[in-house]
């Protein structure tokens, strides 16, 4: 080995060697944090949509579905979704698995969360009406907003054919529902960096599960308890997506 080969090599080593810099450390912590939020927020349309039924069940009075309930049902739906104890976040590592972000914004989350459901009872628990538009979008609308009002990080629900024009994608989301809608189902997101560099927007995809198809599925056009017509879709179609916005303040 001659002696500029040598240094090229110590050169190379001692690149990398080196720890990554700052900006791209926080932009893995930012993501990683945003994609925890998205997955928290989609755990907590799934445990709305599993209590659908009892919701909407025009008969019975109390229904149990207090807020405590559903924030032990929103713990152990995250832990499948995610692997990670909520209950035990306050003692957890910090680590790249969970952030320091993580752990301030994923509790905020849950508290959004549960004071819609505590917020919700009235509605909840009102016998004689069965449809009480308290379904997976309208919590992650609230918790979204609460959380979103108390935090720098902005969340928003999202669909190509969005039931409320609050959801509408913009262009950006549009073509990444787009190019979601056209490939298989992945446990994939997007994410790119906005205003120069000073923001991360990570948008993850989120499917119909079986629950989902008595409002979204067949038959295609025929009004379903909200009156709005089916769309016809069926089991693991991509069915819209949480888009998650924060800032980065290293950059």
């Known amino acids: ?46 445990v709305i949509e599993r209590n659908q039924t009892l919701i909407d069940d025009p008969h019975q ?11 032990a049902e929103l713990v152990r739906e995250f832990r499948v979704k995610s692997g990670i104890d909520l209950t035990a976040l306050p003692t957890a590592p910090v680590s790249l698995v969970i952030p320091p972000l993580a752990k301030e914004l994923l509790p905020a989350l849950v508290q959004a969360g549960r004071e819609v459901v505590r917020d ?9 009406i069965g449809y009480k538009n308290f379904i997976p979008a309208t919590w992650g609308s609230q918790a979204s907003a609460r959380f979103s009002k ?14 409320n024009p609050k959801n509408e994608p913009d262009e950006y989301e549009a073509s990444v529902l787009k190019w979601l809608a056209a490939r298989p189902r992945a446990e994939a997101y997007v994410s790119e960096l906005t ?51 924060a800032p980065l303040n290293n950059r």
């Open 195 to 245: 205003e120069e560099g000073k923001t991360l927007r990570v948008v993850m995809p989120i499917y119909y599960a079986k629950d989902c198809l008595a409002c979204h599925g067949e038959p295609k056009g025929v009004l379903d308890i909200s009156g709005y017509p089916r769309e016809g879709h069926k089991e693991g179609d991509l069915a819209g997506a949480i888009t998650v916005t």
């Open 120 to 128: 919700a009872q009235v509605v909840i628990n009102q016998r004689g």
């Open 61 to 71: 009075g109390e229904k149990g579905l207090t807020p405590e309930l559903f924030e």
């Open 150 to 163: 108390s935090s720098h990080v902005r969340l928003k629900q999202t669909a190509l054919d969005a039931r």
């Open 1 to 46: 080995m001659n002696s500029r080969t040598m240094v090229k090599t110590v050169l190379m080593l001692f690149v990398l060697l080196q720890p990554p810099p700052t900006w791209a450390v926080e932009r893995a912590e930012v993501e990683e944090t945003a994609r925890l939020l998205a997955t928290l927020l989609e755990s907590g349309r799934a």
